[in-house]
């Protein structure tokens, strides 16, 4: 039951050969096809091909269409075609073996394999034996196929240990280990026509009239995930609860205008509208103004103010809702069997969250600090709205030739944000007000009282709730300059975040998540210095890129507080140019080996490994070697 047991490892890879083409044919003076493909065969045994047409036609100075079709593929990552075995959770998560659908609405068709998970059922027929080598299952008739499995042998010294045994038995893969398959299909496809040029109208005095762009778009989207039956029953082991499957679609029909409104030789505005209506019973509307000041040959000053949307896409609005995971602090309600430290919460707030008084103090507490949640789609969800400001100054001092400095402000705010209650925040809220709101959403398991044992769990499906602000500075710097070796270009992007503060609920407090990570900031660290530097050195046919990234320090909000310390990275390529056509690149990322930081509270996807991969080099030096040729 929950997560107890072995977290399991993780071994595999698969090697892919790609033969790729894509050609432009020009028809007429006015009419343009282009038509690509790409055919791959995997060592999985599978073999995936996609292409793609469009055309472009000027219909006349004022007025061009355009259009593409697409159809793609994307094969199983390692992660999900090569999981470890066992009778365990893990921290794969929600799935543990397909496609996210989370990832997009691209134009694509993917068939996932989970090969080597196993029915909860046979795990434990092939362990429960009868003081002989024989299951019990056997012996009583209820499944004569069982072969034992003993867990303890192996291990000893000179023998091939556990999964030496588990290797020369296929029979008892075969019996365990059974293939999932989670196939899901998604299509986009956008029709545009827009009419662009110059205006008879123009500012007084301006050098230049306005310029104008009228266009209608329309994108039609539609997408589905099919899980199998045993995926979608959690009837295999690793899922963590059902894999709910996908279907849903919608159409947008789209005005947009943009202008370009010259007032001075020094001095241009920009304004643009966008209206849109969505199928789903939306409109939306969005807007922009900007202004741009060449104060003099060296400086420049640039602003843009924006109210925008999003619509929510169709995993947030139709995904349906099944179990999945959710890291967590022990249950306040409970007495920690491996401490001995009783609940931190009274009894009088632990009976708000429907927990009996008679399991008040009991052990509650997840072994893997895992609890369950209900997340899933919501139709009813309404499109997001921001507001930003943008101010930026460009500086190019004749003084040091080959310098530009720019310095650009952002201001961004989102309000009615497409997001989830986190369970903690649910958790604690019920706890201290009792409010229903809350506390409605804390399903105890009737028995046992505890959140991670089915069915209990915490609700987490999509709402509009939050508000997030982010606001900081972007530094960016490019330097060329003549040596002796050669041409050397210089340039780098500092990112300084002032502040990132969300606001989970309407009416809770304003929570800062500018240098931290965890509890309701989730779990992606948020430094608040971060940059990305690189130089390069031309030598004609070879170059060399030295680069450095830099990731500053980020404090734990979790009870385990494992500060993030700062970390750098320092890359290294070096390119090759063998003719017009024919090049080559070799490199390596990450060439000191730096270490990921490690923390329990990493959990479930983003995290994986006890880290996160997506924000550290989870991997070390990763060395790579590519060839491109054109013609």
């Not at 299951?135 to 999964?163: E, H, K, M, R, W």
């Not at 925040?425 to 399903?443: D, H, M, R």
């Not at 006890?610 to 030096?621: E, K, R, V």
């Amino acid at each position: 039951t929950g997560a107890g047991g072995p977290i399991v490892a993780l071994a595999g890879g698969y090697d892919v050969k790609e033969f790729f083409v894509e050609m432009g044919i020009p028809v007429t003076d006015s009419i343009n096809l282009e038509a690509g493909a790409r055919f791959a065969d995997y060592s999985t045994g599978n073999d995936t091909d996609a292409f793609k047409i469009g055309a472009y036609w000027q219909v006349n100075e004022e007025l061009s269409v355009r259009g593409t079709l697409q159809n793609a593929t994307r094969h199983g990552n390692i992660t999900e075609l090569y999981r470890g075995q066992g009778a365990s959770l893990t921290d794969l998560d929600p799935d543990p073996c397909g496609t996210d659908p989370e990832t997009g609405i691209g134009p694509s068709s993917t068939a996932a394999q989970c090969a080597n998970t196993g029915l909860p059922a046979d795990l434990y027929n092939v362990i429960n034996v009868a003081g002989v080598p024989t299951c019990v299952s056997v012996l009583d008739g209820t499944d004569a196929d069982c072969i034992p499995y003993n867990l303890f042998s192996g291990g000893l010294p000179n023998d091939g240990g556990i999964q030496a045994i588990w290797d020369s038995n296929p029979e008892m893969q075969t019996y365990i280990a059974i293939p999932n398959f989670i196939n899901g299909d998604s299509s986009e496809t956008i029709m545009q026509a827009f009419v662009e040029g110059e205006t008879n109208f123009s500012v007084p005095n301006a050098p230049a009239p306005v310029s104008m762009v009228l266009g209608y778009e329309t994108r039609e989207l539609e997408s589905d995930y099919r899980p199998d039956a045993s995926s979608q029953a959690a009837d295999r082991t690793g899922a963590g609860g059902p894999i709910v499957a996908l279907a849903g679609g919608y159409d947008v029909k789209e005005f947009f205008v943009e202008m370009g409104i010259p007032v001075t030789d020094s001095i241009n505005l920009e304004a643009g509208a966008r209206f849109a209506d969505y199928s789903t019973g939306n409109d939306t509307d969005a807007f922009k103004i900007g202004a741009y000041w060449q104060v003099n040959d060296e400086l420049s000053v640039r602003g843009t103010l924006q109210n925008a949307t999003r619509h929510g896409n169709i995993t947030e609005l139709y995904r349906g809702q099944g179990a999945s995971l959710t890291d967590m602090d022990p249950d306040p309600c409970g007495t920690d069997p491996e401490t001995g430290i009783g609940p931190s919460s009274t009894a009088a707030q632990c009976a708000n969250t429907g927990l009996p008084a008679a399991l008040y103090g009991s052990d509650l507490k997840s072994p893997a600090d895992q609890y369950n949640i209900l997340t899933g789609g919501n139709p009813n969800l309404v499109p997001e709205e921001s507001e930003s400001t943008t101010i930026g100054v460009v500086w190019t001092p004749s003084s040091v030739p080959g310098l530009t400095v720019t310095l650009d402000y952002f201001d961004i705010l989102i309000e009615d944000k497409i997001s989830t209650i986190p369970a903690s925040t649910s958790l604690a809220n019920c706890l201290e007000s009792g409010n229903p709101t809350f506390c409605s959403l804390i399903e105890r398991d009737p028995i046992a009282g505890t959140l991670w044992v089915s069915p209990g769990q915490i609700i987490t499906t999509n709402v509009n709730v939050a508000e997030e602000s982010l606001n900081g500075f972007d530094l960016i710097f490019d330097y060329s300059l003549d040596t002796k070796l050669g041409p050397v270009d210089i340039k780098g992007i500092s990112t300084i975040t002032d502040s990132n503060a969300i606001i989970v609920m309407p009416g809770e407090a304003e929570i800062e998540c500018a240098g931290f990570y965890g509890k309701d900031c989730g779990k992606n660290p948020t430094p608040e210095f971060s940059g990305n530097y690189s130089a390069t050195l031309d030598r004609g046919d070879m170059g060399y890129v030295l680069g450095l990234r830099y990731l500053g320090e980020t404090e734990d909000l979790n009870s385990t507080e494992i500060d993030f310390e700062s970390k750098v990275y320092i890359d290294l390529t070096v390119k090759y140019q063998y003719n017009d056509n024919l090049g080559f690149t070799v490199g390596a990322s990450n060439i000191f080996d730096e270490d990921p930081i490690y923390t329990s509270s990493a959990g479930t996807a983003p995290g994986n490994g006890n880290t996160f991969p997506g924000y550290f080099d989870a991997l070390g030096t990763y060395v790579f070697l590519s060839a491109s040729l054109q013609y």
